[in-house]
């Protein structure tokens, strides 16, 4: 009788004998390097980095719309992951292997819907958007003064951005930090949605997704002129109402 050991093992009716040609070719305890070279170093790195971004500032974006976060701390951080996102898309190795958010998302498993949109539009929401402003007593109201520098300073921002088109200079780095710099002004005079006033964002998302050195049209162009115009007049009305 043999005894009632269990084995530690499912039996089998043949022996097995590992191969030679299995073994490991490696050493085990050697560190792998994913890249050959310092460029590709530098390029994994990078693209490392903009997944971190998408992340974080998916994360950041759900913070704000909870009231997690305050305003100024949301849009300071905002404002820095976009353009450190920027930063890393402006070299060309990077762009290539990064091909275009939907494909990275897609080929690392990222979702990310809420940090999409913003890249998409490429401002903080706060900028985007001016605050419902609170009324206050008359004694607190901003006075005259600076109220009329930041309506000079709209105005000025439109002419600006009106006088590029006209010069021929199309490029979104030329054009894009006028118009960011035209939303900005116009949200620090009134938070009423004016006619055309969505035509900024609307060219703003445009520009935001052409690459740095990349320009519009003649027709693009002519179009821009057009809407920015009508921004512009839709702007000076309600200043008059």
Known sequence: MYGSQQLAYAPTPYSYTPSSNLAATINLDQEVKLADNATERELYESLAEIYSIIVTLDALEKAYLRDSIQESEYTETCDRLLRQYKSNLADDNVAAAFGD????????????????????????????????????????QPNNNAAATHIVSASESFITLLDAIKLNMLSKETLHPILVDTIQAVNKVTDRDFENKAKIIQWLITLNQMRVAEELSPEQARELQFDMQLAYDGFKSTLQS
Do not use: Y
């Not at 990275?104 to 999409?116: D, I, M, S, V």
């Not at 890249?119 to 607190?140: C, D, F, K, M, Y």
């Open 101 to 140: 958010l939907e494909r990275f998302k897609l080929e690392w498993g990222l979702e990310a819907p809420k940090a999409t949109e913003r890249l998409r539009i490429g401002l903080p929401a706060t900028v985007e958007t001016a605050p419902a402003q609170q009324q206050r007593p008359t004694s607190q």
